[in-house]
């Protein structure tokens, strides 16, 4: 039996969404397919999200820059797939740029060489060409840029 998406005013939807959005940093695209899956119309959709945003519930920058340290801190994420994730939740390239400033240059090589050197001690291959192009793909999966990848194999290997 299939159940029915309940729909909301616009005012119940917007006391819904400012606990929503109060409980972590959200997109504005987010905010928006949730309202819409409220039954809300496109008028009462922009109209909450632009109140949302003046009432300081809604900031893409904020959202930007806490998704982009999360994802990096926690699920060592490079820089390119942390991109890739934030345009594909249509936050603007200036948002994504202040974003990536979470992440200190220092760090970020750091946590690569770390993850490269945990990658490399589980491998079982013992041709040093496939180790390398293993750990070369591992790397890019994470969202590692080609160059810097390239950089530290070949220093620590």
């Known amino acids: 039996m299939e159940e029915k998406a309940r729909t909301y005013t616009p005012q119940q939807a917007k006391a819904k969404i400012e606990d929503w959005c109060a409980y972590q940093e ?36 904020r959202f930007a820059r806490a998704f982009a340290g999360g994802k990096f801190r926690i699920k060592k994420w490079g820089r390119i ?23 200190p240059d220092k760090d970020y090589r750091k946590t690569l060489q770390k993850l ?26 994470k969202g590692y840029e080609q160059e810097l990848v390239m950089e530290i194999l070949n220093e620590d290997l």
């Open 26 to 61: 959200r997109c504005q695209q987010e905010v928006r397919d949730k309202l819409y899956s409220y039954g809300l119309r496109s008028g009462d959709v922009e109209e909450l999200i632009s109140r949302l945003i003046s009432d300081n519930f809604l900031n893409e920058e």
């Open 81 to 103: 797939k942390i991109k890739v994730e934030l345009k594909s939740r249509r936050v603007s390239d200036y948002c994504i740029r202040k974003g990536l400033e979470e992440i």
């Open 116 to 141: 490269l050197s945990d990658k490399e001690a589980i491998l079982t291959e013992k041709n040093k060409i496939r180790r390398k192009y293993k750990l070369l793909r591992y790397a890019y999966s």
